[in-house]
């Protein structure tokens, strides 16, 4: 797997990165979403560099000018429900890709820290031989994602995958890189060293779909 670990690089992202961090910024969950989404587009943006391109004339008023476009046979998968602003970043890019959303989250079957994923809804176009962006913002233990792409191809198999997540941990891009195939590539704004004994990322910056949407039962 080929890791493209963005905030290597000082940029504007840092930015948004330090807001959706600060526990005051965060309180304000329209500025939350939106700086996901803001993330999203500068990974959408580096991604697309990755992509192939071919050839294609545009007619002007003036003459004709030559350019190059990415293939269209992209499919943007978001994990619900924090993957939801995530997901708009990338489509906000990937205007002309195709859409699905898929729902995973931990249960803790005995009440305490062990938790296992589980995948319930699905709705998606085909995947085979497409090329599949796969949205998480949180990439901890790296099981959720792992689980879905479980899930899913068995509704065809990508050409490319490509893996985008705001946060991760060191353990979880490990795990990720264990359990996709080879040629897999992991776009991520930061990668924090450390998880919790809860199974959450430090320093992280707490449940991203809280934050976005409000606190669940």
Excluded at 6 to 28: G, T
Excluded at 141 to 154: H, N, P, R
Excluded at 161 to 177: D, N, P, Q, R
Aim: proline letters at 4%; hydrophobic letters at 40%.
């Amino acid at each position: 797997m080929t890791v493209h670990h963005l905030a290597e690089e000082n940029s504007i992202l840092n930015k948004f990165i330090a807001e959706i961090r600060d526990i005051n910024i965060q309180k304000d969950s329209l500025r939350f979403r939106r700086n996901i989404e803001r993330i999203g587009e500068i990974l959408s943006y580096e991604l697309s560099k990755n992509l192939s391109y071919s050839s294609v004339d545009i007619t002007t008023p003036l003459a004709v000018a030559k350019t190059s476009l990415a293939q269209k046979n992209i499919v943007l998968c978001s994990v619900l429900r924090a993957g939801l602003p995530l997901h708009q970043g990338l489509l906000n890019y990937f205007d002309d890709a195709e859409n699905a959303f898929i729902s995973a989250y931990r249960h803790h079957p005995n009440n305490d820290e062990e938790f296992e994923i589980v995948v319930e809804y699905f709705a998606s176009p085909s995947l085979e031989n497409k090329i599949l962006l796969l949205a998480d913002p949180m990439l901890a233990t790296g099981k959720s994602l792992v689980s879905v792409y479980e899930s899913i191809k068995k509704h065809g198999i990508p050409k490319e995958i490509h893996l985008v997540c705001v946060i991760g941990s060191k353990e979880g891009v490990a795990f990720v890189e264990k359990n996709f195939p080879k040629n897999t590539h992991l776009w991520i704004a930061v990668i924090d060293d450390d998880l919790n004994d809860k199974g959450y990322i430090v320093p992280g910056l707490g449940d991203a779909g809280d934050l976005s949407f409000g606190n669940k039962l």
